[in-house]
């Protein structure tokens, strides 16, 4: 298997792009996810997958290949430099994988639905999505001011939630109407009522 060894390669460019750069997602309809543990996620959503990027020494470990082979994907070998390059992490994890966006779409009459509203720390939202994944939700709508949601942080906070959950970036018109119908709590910090007084099983 050939080597991709230099920095300037284009695809080493286009991975790195997308890491850094919001708009550049957008056009792509793709973003980038570092790690083991999201190759393991991958195999249950095939038609996401564009390409995994791995160095020899995570290539080495008979586990690794295993979670290559449940997988219906190409794999491109690079160098330690050239992925020391491009990821985001402190250190390495030796994989990384081009992703679609997600093609999860509402259920025709959702029952319960997640609005967030100026939520503009990464780590904070992907902790939501992840929690929100958990609970059962049917979808996230996103408000303007929200952090992008396939920013690396938020990606990494989801623990893989976000191939699972639709993610809707809205306006307050088009959330209106998305949730027509539906009773609507506010949760703010000075309300007198719990959570968990509320029956969310409406």
Same mark, same amino acid.
């Given at each position: 298997?050939?080597?991709?060894? @230099? !920095?300037? $390669?284009?695809? *080493?460019?286009?991975?790195?792009?997308?890491? +850094?750069?919001?708009?550049?997602?957008?056009?792509q309809?793709a973003?980038?996810?570092?790690?083991?543990?999201?190759?393991?996620e991958?195999?249950?959503?095939?038609?996401?997958?564009?390409?995994?990027?791995?160095?020899?020494?995570?290539?080495d @470990? !008979?586990? $690794?290949?295993? *979670?290559?082979?449940?997988?219906?994907?190409? +794999?491109?070998?690079?160098?330690?430099?050239v992925?020391?390059?491009?990821?985001?992490?402190?250190?390495p994890p030796?994989?990384?994988?081009?992703?679609?966006?997600?093609e999860?779409?509402?259920?025709?009459?959702?029952?319960?639905?997640?609005?967030l509203?100026?939520?503009?720390?990464?780590?904070?939202?992907?902790?939501?999505?992840?929690?929100?994944?958990?609970?059962?939700?049917d979808?996230?709508?996103?408000?303007?001011?929200?952090v992008?949601?396939?920013?690396?942080?938020v990606?990494?906070?989801?623990?893989?939630?976000?191939?699972?959950?639709?993610?809707?970036?809205?306006?307050?018109?088009e959330?209106?109407?998305?949730?027509?119908?539906?009773?609507?709590?506010?949760?703010?910090?000075?309300?007198?009522?719990?959570?968990?007084?509320?029956?969310?099983?409406?």
């Amino acid at each position: 298997m050939d080597q991709i060894t @230099s !920095t300037s $390669n284009p695809n *080493i460019k286009h991975v790195r792009r997308l890491l +850094v750069d919001r708009r550049y997602r957008q056009k792509q309809q793709a973003y980038v996810v570092e790690g083991s543990r999201w190759l393991s996620e991958l195999k249950d959503y095939p038609s996401c997958q564009k390409q995994i990027l791995v160095t020899q020494s995570w290539l080495d @470990s !008979t586990d $690794n290949q295993r *979670i290559l082979n449940s997988l219906d994907r190409g +794999v491109t070998l690079v160098s330690d430099k050239v992925m020391t390059h491009i990821s985001k992490a402190i250190t390495p994890p030796g994989v990384l994988a081009e992703l679609r966006f997600s093609e999860c779409s509402l259920p025709p009459t959702p029952t319960l639905l997640l609005i967030l509203d100026g939520i503009t720390n990464p780590g904070n939202l992907g902790s939501i999505i992840r929690s929100a994944s958990a609970a059962g939700v049917d979808g996230i709508l996103l408000a303007p001011g929200c952090v992008d949601v396939y920013n690396p942080k938020v990606v990494q906070g989801t623990m893989g939630a976000i191939l699972r959950l639709p993610l809707i970036t809205a306006s307050w018109q088009e959330i209106r109407r998305l949730t027509d119908g539906m009773e609507i709590w506010l949760a703010t910090m000075e309300a007198v009522l719990p959570y968990s007084d509320v029956k969310w099983q409406k």
